[in-house]
């Protein structure tokens, strides 16, 4: 019996129509366009601005998306995954608010957190229950509202983010020119201090206090979390390449997580890759968390032939981080 393997077999997005630019952020705090290009690369981000409308909206969104592209019957999904680090709430889990709202009924549905590395992690865990045979119709959903936990008074962290969800659907294949190929992830828990939310969970709930204090957002000593971004990402990348016997040559795109361009920069050069094999989309996004790497496939789609070899790479808050090879699995119609 053939060997099944999982592969991508649509994509799906929702972007919020809100566009907030450098220029709006320089009237809100002392930062301006020159500084925010040239450290990070970002001209604007979306924001979500629907009142009391969270992940779960953008993730249902993403699916209808999905659903419109793909003609998926909602009805034979049998896996809801949702990446998150902004969940509508603690409880219950925004995949289960996703699931009813999307009318999926006949699937399991759990949320995981792997920040900016979500993706990875969940592309990973997916592909396990599908080559085990457990499941065959997979969403993964990576939806973050991450205006809900950016401080706009903080213009270390208010340039970097924006809002955004994605919906990927993943499938059993015996095509052996397809699908996931390897897995390069890792967790170290050395970053946990320089990239966190310091209350509002089990070990400092929400107090007046802690709202005044305002550590209901994300906290981030940038530097600390450059100098290993920018090493940990592009050694992921390039260990896939050497233990797949990848040469640039055989690398068709680039995927990386959006956080820096100077991050970026740093891993495709490492990979010996030139900038038209590398998918940038931060100037129009920022750093939309687990979302940025599907977003990228999502605005690519229609470049990607069937069997192109891509490089997944992201790092992100824990620390967590990583590289993915899969080979495409459809040419886009
Ligand atoms: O996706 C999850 C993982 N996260 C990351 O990968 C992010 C990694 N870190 C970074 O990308 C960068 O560290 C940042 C973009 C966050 C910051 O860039 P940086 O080049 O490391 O700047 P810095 O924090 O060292 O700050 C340099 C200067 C400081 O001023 P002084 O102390 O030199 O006078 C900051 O106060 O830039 C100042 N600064 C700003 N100036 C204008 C910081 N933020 C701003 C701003 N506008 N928005």
Same mark, same amino acid.
């Given at each position: $019996? ?49 009142e ?12 209808? %998306?999905l659903?419109?592209k ?18 509508? @709430?603690?409880?219950p ?32 865990l ?48 015996? %095509?052996?020119?397809?699908g ?10 050395i970053?946990?201090?320089?990239l966190?939310?310091i ?33 940990r $990402?592009?050694?992921?990348a390039?260990?896939?390449?050497e233990?797949? +016997?990848?040469?640039?040559? %055989?690398?068709?795109?680039l ?10 920069? @740093? ?6 890759? &030139? ?5 940038? &989309? ?13 977003l ?7 470049q ?5 070899n ?16 899969? +080979? ?6």
């Amino acid at each position: $019996m053939a060997k099944i393997n999982a592969v991508i077999t649509g994509v799906g997005a929702f972007l919020p129509e809100y566009r907030l630019t450098n220029e709006e952020l320089s009237t809100m705090v002392d930062t301006n366009d020159e500084w925010i290009m040239t450290r990070v690369g970002i001209k604007e981000r979306r924001i979500l601005k629907e009142e009391g409308e969270g992940a779960s909206y953008m993730g249902v969104k993403a699916i209808e %998306d999905l659903v419109r592209k793909t003609g998926l019957n909602l009805d034979e999904v049998d896996l809801v995954v949702c990446t998150t680090v902004t969940p509508d @709430a603690p409880v219950p889990s925004t995949a289960a608010i996703i699931c009813d709202r999307a009318g999926i009924h006949n699937a399991l549905g759990f949320d995981m957190n792997g920040a900016c590395s979500g993706f990875l992690y969940g592309l990973d865990l997916v592909a396990q229950y599908i080559r085990s045979g457990s499941k065959k119709k997979v969403i993964l959903v990576s939806a973050e509202k991450m205006s809900t936990i950016t401080d706009y008074t903080d213009r270390t962290t208010c340039v970097l983010f924006g809002d955004a969800a994605t919906a990927v659907l993943v499938e059993p294949t015996e %095509d052996e020119g397809v699908g996931l190929m390897d897995s390069n992830l890792y967790t170290d828990g050395i970053g946990r201090n320089w990239l966190k939310i310091i209350a509002g969970g089990s070990a400092k709930p929400a107090s007046h206090e802690t709202i005044d204090a305002h550590e209901h957002y994300i906290y981030q000593e940038g530097k600390q979390v450059f100098k290993y971004a920018v090493t940990r $990402m592009a050694d992921a990348a390039a260990e896939i390449m050497e233990r797949n +016997k990848l040469t640039s040559d %055989d690398i068709a795109w680039l995927v990386p997580h959006q956080a820096n361009l100077r991050i970026i920069s @740093a891993t495709a050069e490492r990979m010996e890759l &030139n900038k038209e094999k590398v998918m940038i &989309n931060i100037e129009k996004y920022g750093n939309t968390t687990s979302a940025t790497i599907p977003l990228c496939l999502y605005e690519w789609e229609k470049q990607l032939k069937k069997g192109d070899n891509l490089v997944l790479a992201a790092f992100g808050a824990g620390f967590t981080w990583g590289a993915l090879y899969i +080979k495409w699995g459809y040419n886009s119609k």
